[in-house]
């Protein structure tokens, strides 16, 4: 049987709620929920649940991320996966730009992944020491996504801080401390990244690996 939570919800029942809200679980965003999906019998029992609505438990990141997707598509379910596509495709840039940002200002080698921790007011102190830095945080905070209308980098990065964690990008486990978590909905980006390039053949991912390589010399 599925575990009570302090209401009284079952697990399975809580976690149905999430995924039909349009969450992702990962062991970042939700590691009760992602311990539980962990096993088959649950996997089995959750996707049964879903199958009656027409949805099904859909993974990705290797198994790292699950989210629900729909089981057949017809008309209406092609109308609503076009508009979730199109608000992704749409995020795709800031998302990216914030990405390489990021990992420019901790000087990281390899992209941000789930269970990688960014310290606001570590790169607060970076991009005001660092002027290319600073005019791209501006130009990608002023995205629709982030909607930002600061002009001072703190309120900047608060503002873009705010909307990852909105998105389900990043989680904040102490509001008492700065210190934001990457989910696996981060590495999902670059997932959908490569689809499209394959897809579409728009080089993307190696645009991506291209500004990377380019922002090296910044620091």
């Known amino acids: 049987m599925s575990k009570l939570s302090a209401t009284g919800m079952s697990e399975t029942g809580r976690i149905l ?9 990962c062991q970042v965003s939700d590691e009760d929920g992602f311990h539980f999906l962990a096993e088959e019998a649950n996997r089995e029992r959750i996707d049964s649940h879903l199958h009656v609505l027409n949805r099904r438990l859909a993974s ?9 997707a729909y089981r057949e598509l017809g008309d209406n379910e092609h109308k609503v996966i076009s508009q979730q596509f199109s608000e992704i495709a749409g995020s795709l840039l800031p998302l990216t730009e914030w990405l390489i940002l990021s990992q420019e ?7 941000i ?14 991009v005001e020491d660092t002027p290319a830095l ?5 130009k990608i905070s002023q995205y629709k996504l982030f909607g930002s209308t600061s ?8 503002q873009v801080f705010k909307r990852l964690c ?12 700065q210190i934001y978590i990457a989910t696996a909905k981060v590495d999902y980006i670059f997932e959908v990244i490569s689809f499209i390039d394959e897809a579409e053949g728009l080089g993307l ?10 922002q090296e010399p910044l620091l």
């Open 17 to 25: 709620e999430a995924l039909l809200s349009g969450q992702f679980i």
């Open 60 to 68: 990705a990141c290797e198994g790292e991320l699950y989210f629900c």
């Open 105 to 111: 200002a901790q000087g990281q080698d390899s992209p």
């Open 113 to 126: 992944s789930a269970g990688v921790a960014l310290r606001l007011s570590e790169l607060q102190t970076v």
């Open 134 to 138: 600073r005019e791209q945080l501006a």
């Open 151 to 158: 002009s001072q980098v703190d309120g900047q990065l608060k």
């Open 166 to 177: 909105e998105q389900g990008y990043l989680v904040r486990p102490n509001q008492e401390k």
């Open 205 to 214: 991912e190696q645009q991506a690996m291209d500004a990377i390589g380019q």
